[in-house]
């Protein structure tokens, strides 16, 4: 049974960080991405890294967020930086055995998602 499990979340003061983590088990993902939902908006991609390495970030989150990947835990990792309370939702990871390029389409297996609070 294919599983993804987020850790990391919670309620932070502006400006400060955090570092999501997403362990997978069940399969062996070809990329591995975050999106989040804020409430009242519809869910947005965030990041995405490949098996061999290849990032993919969305533009509005280019320079504060890092994604990373050990695939020898077969886990996925988000560095949020510089957290703004528009930051403010839940954060989903994602797995896929499509390509990279695919993350515009909110396919593959999902988490169960994290809530990160960002306090003004």
């Known amino acids: 049974q294919v599983q993804l499990v987020e850790s990391g979340g919670g309620l932070v003061q502006t400006g400060g960080s955090l570092r999501l983590s997403c362990a997978a088990s069940?399969?062996?993902?070809?990329?591995m991405g975050w999106y989040r939902q804020a409430p009242g908006k519809q869910r947005e991609f965030l990041a995405a890294?490949?098996?061999?390495?290849?990032?993919n970030y969305a533009d509005s989150v280019k320079g504060r967020f890092i994604i990373s990947r050990d695939n020898a835990k077969n886990t996925v990792y988000l560095q949020i930086n510089s957290l703004a309370p528009e930051d403010t939702a839940v954060y989903y990871c994602?797995?896929?055995?499509?390509?990279?390029?695919?993350?515009?389409?909110?396919?593959?297996?999902w988490g169960q998602g994290t809530q990160v609070t960002v306090s003004s």
């Open positions: 994602n797995g896929r055995a499509s390509s990279i390029a695919t993350m515009s389409s909110q396919i593959g297996s």
């Open positions: 069940g399969s062996t993902f070809n990329v």
């Open positions: 890294i490949s098996r061999g390495g290849i990032t």
